[in-house]
């Protein structure tokens, strides 16, 4: 127990805000060996050629304007805020800032499933397989799947989770260490803005709880144990959450293992 707590403390990172693409999460200096993170940022007019190699690649535009070519499947698209496409291994797309740009790049090992595509961001889809809502009083979020289980991909999942001001998302408390690995990505909470990103390992145990302060930038890896957040009065947490499946058949959204004792708590709670 004493070795995970003290990884504990390591799963968050702050990912860099100059401009270029930076590792945030990756198997050799992190917890994570399956889920991958970078950071991509671009000044209005500059260009990056992504090279997906070895790895699938989902980039999620948090902020800013780009423009997309050298392939032909994404030539010329253009993108805007919340907007994301996805590459399989062995793809290379040029990614030109007509405004700057803050990506998160999620990645993980491509087993040679995976299909290119663009998804446009569109609040108004009804609730159904892309746009939902989970959970409900001080656990309500709203969540925007960028590459559903139905896309065409090996490992990952990922989509964006809207908390309420100064409520809970995540909750009730779940963890998927057997099948999945996870990061959340927070974006849209400039400081002083800030929430916290709760992470325990052993069901009911809070004792060696540890809260890790988020806010834009910060990238909190989920590698085992529970990982609820809250925001602070005033602020929504907001973030790009990315699971890696251990295989291609773990690639799926239905495994997460709620709490018992959280369960258990709920099921035995006295009515007023």
């Not at 423009?67 to 499947?73: A, H, I, M, R, T």
């Not at 989970?134 to 896309?151: I, K, S």
């Not at 309420?164 to 779940?174: N, Q, V």
């Not at 590698?223 to 602020?235: D, E, I, K, L």
């Amino acid at each position: 127990m004493s070795n995970l707590c003290d990884d504990m403390k390591n799963w968050p990172v702050q990912s860099s805000e100059e401009p270029g693409f930076h590792p945030v999460v990756t198997p050799e200096k992190s917890s994570c060996r399956e889920a991958q993170i970078y950071r991509l940022n671009l000044k209005e007019g500059t260009s990056y050629t992504l090279d997906s190699g070895k790895l699938e690649m989902h980039p999620v535009l948090c902020e800013g304007a780009a423009v997309l070519s050298g392939n032909k499947d994404l030539e010329g698209t253009e993108l805007k805020k919340y907007d994301s496409f996805y590459i399989p291994g062995g793809t290379t797309v040029v990614i030109t800032a007509s405004k700057d740009c803050f990506f998160y790049v999620a990645a993980a090992v491509c087993e040679g499933y995976g299909k290119t595509f663009c998804r446009k961001f569109d609040p108004s889809l009804p609730i159904g397989d892309i746009h939902q809502i989970h959970g409900e009083g001080t656990g309500r979020r709203e969540v925007m799947f960028t590459l559903a289980p139905q896309d065409e991909a090996s490992r990952l999942l990922c989509g964006f989770t809207w908390g309420g001001e100064g409520t809970w998302t995540s909750w009730p408390p779940h963890q998927h260490e057997e099948d999945l690995e996870e990061v959340y990505c927070y974006f849209d909470m400039p400081k002083p803005h800030f929430g916290f990103h709760v992470s325990y390992l052993k069901s009911g145990d809070v004792e060696e709880i540890m809260a890790h302060p988020v806010y834009t930038g910060t990238c909190v890896q989920a590698p085992c144990g529970y990982h609820p957040t809250v925001a602070s009065p005033g602020t929504r947490n907001t973030y790009l959450w990315v699971l890696a499946g251990f295989s291609h058949e773990q690639r799926r959204y239905d495994l997460a293992v709620l709490d018992p004792a959280r369960e258990k708590l709920e099921l035995n709670a006295p009515e007023f």
